[in-house]
């Protein structure tokens, strides 16, 4: 009884590691339960994977499927292509995807047309920017999931709104946040790199093809990440995406660009920083828990409910905008905040439950799958 759990991007490995320790702990209510980690390779780097799967204390994936990187099409095509194919020959009972990245939609859809059910972790986050591919990702692995496990009451109410089926919706919390929750205190147990002192700097994460694709975006951005650095020590670890699209930008000298992190360093960072100002989703949601100040450099979010019970700001893309709202954070006492619902470690271990109960009721026998032509 093989089930696949996916990942592919580094922000889908904290979400899964979880998810994967507590069903391996419960095969003894399930023997014939077999979890298999499936990495697509949408991320492939040192720093963009490996690095994570020794941090999270992964056990290597069963399945590696190399997919690489791509226009949205080619990448998207090369997972559903090579997932098929895992599928066809490993003959999972149930797949389970995670968070919104091209490979969680590429998985979704390989099994669902195969006839095996889907499970998405992290359902019913909208954004309502349709220009943002993880918006795309979310509504169509979102209308053909069978179980549909969300972060919080907005995101299951979001999927009714939608018309799903509320059997289809199980409020669990939030399974980075179980990540978060066993790692923090060896993220802490390091003093922060370079010398910094905690609460002394800024630490900002850029991504999104909307902020750096574009040069005078990105320009704009740096302006305002230059103008905050004359109040501040800003570090700025770069994502393969962004760097090579940087060497134009001139930087404030203390601006300090930096290779991507791993887990442990960047969480330590994180932790300890005066605020963060990303275009993440999901550092919006880990400063939540941490109480740490956020700007999200967006004009929306999917995640509203770190704006409501929160420590996030989303402040837009305007560089004199940031820089007030920079200048706001430091000149004020910490927020204040509350740590949403169920985000509390133990995400995981309610999908586990939830997918075991119904593994064991099913006990389904293997199935032999055909592939159209
Ligand atoms: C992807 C996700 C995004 C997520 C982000 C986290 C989609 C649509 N986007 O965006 O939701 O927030 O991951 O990082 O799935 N590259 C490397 N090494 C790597 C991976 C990528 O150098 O290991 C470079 C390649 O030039 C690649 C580019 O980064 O073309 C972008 O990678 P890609 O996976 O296409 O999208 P991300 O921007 O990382």
């Not at 990540?179 to 370079?194: G, Q």
């Amino acid at each position: 009884m093989r089930v696949f759990l996916v990942a592919g991007a580094r922000p889908n490995f904290m979400k899964v590691a979880p998810l994967l320790e507590a069903l391996h702990a419960r095969r003894d209510r399930l023997p014939e339960l077999q979890p298999l980690l499936v990495h697509t390779g949408q991320h492939y780097d040192e720093q963009m994977s490996d690095d994570f799967f020794r941090d999270l204390g992964m056990p290597m994936p069963d399945i590696y499927l190399g997919a690489g990187s791509g226009s949205h099409a080619e990448q998207t095509a090369r997972v559903m292509v090579t997932f098929e194919k895992a599928c066809v020959e490993h003959k999972p009972v149930l797949v389970v995807v995670v968070g919104d990245v091209n490979s969680t939609l590429a998985c979704a859809i390989s099994a669902k047309k195969l006839g095996v059910p889907v499970a998405h972790v992290e359902a019913g986050l909208r954004s309502r920017d349709m220009s943002m591919p993880e918006e795309i990702n979310r509504l169509c692995t979102d209308i053909i999931g069978d179980f549909l496990f969300t972060t919080d009451e907005l995101a299951s109410a979001n999927l009714i709104a939608e018309g799903c089926a509320p059997e289809r919706i199980y409020f669990v919390g939030n399974t980075m946040i179980d990540s978060l929750t066993k790692h923090l205190s060896r993220a802490l147990a390091a003093p922060p790199p370079y010398g910094l002192g905690a609460g002394s700097y800024a630490l900002v994460t850029l991504h999104r093809p909307s902020n750096v694709d574009e040069p005078a975006a990105l320009q704009g951005l740096f302006d305002a990440i230059n103008a905050i650095a004359g109040y501040i020590p800003v570090l700025f670890p770069a994502h393969p995406r962004t760097a090579q699209r940087m060497a134009a930008i001139q930087l404030h000298e203390c601006v300090r660009v930096i290779e991507p992190l791993g887990y442990l360093t960047f969480l330590g960072l994180m932790a300890r920083a005066r605020m963060v100002l990303t275009d993440s989703g999901g550092i919006q949601e880990e400063t939540t828990v941490l109480h740490v100040p956020c700007l999200t450099l967006r004009r929306n979010t999917e995640r509203p409910i770190t704006c409501e019970q929160g420590t996030n700001f989303v402040v837009g893309t305007d560089p004199t905008a940031i820089l007030q709202a920079a200048r706001h954070v430091l000149d004020s006492p910490p927020p204040k905040s509350r740590i949403p619902e169920k985000w509390d470690g133990h995400a995981g271990e309610r999908i586990a439950d939830i997918l075991l109960a119904w593994l064991s009721r099913h006990r389904i026998a293997e199935k032999t799958y055909t592939v159209l032509p």
